[in-house]
């Protein structure tokens, strides 16, 4: 298997690609690195509220790794449960913290929406007509 095909499991790459950014911004002050971000940005509000952005980190990093378990069909639901999880994370940043993080982190799942959805239409038309579980 292509090492990118690993990385992009299930569409998920632009999604690692955020959380990894987001880890970056937080990690910059730790270093001794003073950004200088303006107030009311994104990274300013992660960089001064590093409980929030620790937790959009981990919460993320937790869904990556769980979407990669079980079968084809557990990780295709899995995945439904991250992208409902963090559209959920999405409105509540984006009515009550930061709004510019929102469309981050919708734009960020939708591959991962998009990818489910296809592969459990896939399951669902190779499965036998009168098979049950």
Known sequence: MHPL??????GSAVLLVLAVLLAFVLVLPELGI???WK??????R???NP??????VVALGAGLVLIRAGSELSQCMGALVLVGLVFGLAIVSGLFWDP?????????????????I?????LAHHRPA????
Not at 51 to 56: A, H, K, P, Y
Not at 130 to 133: D, I, K, V
């Open 118 to 122: 296809q592969r459990l239409q896939t």
């Open 5 to 10: 095909k690993r990385i992009n499991h299930l």
């Open 51 to 56: 409980f929030i952005g620790w937790s959009l």
């Open 39 to 44: 107030p009311k940005t994104t990274p300013y």
């Open 100 to 116: 510019w993080l929102c469309p981050a982190l919708v734009a960020a799942v939708l591959p991962i929406q998009k990818t489910a």
């Open 46 to 48: 992660l960089v001064n």
């Open 34 to 36: 003073a950004a200088g």
């Open 130 to 133: 009168g098979s049950r579980r």
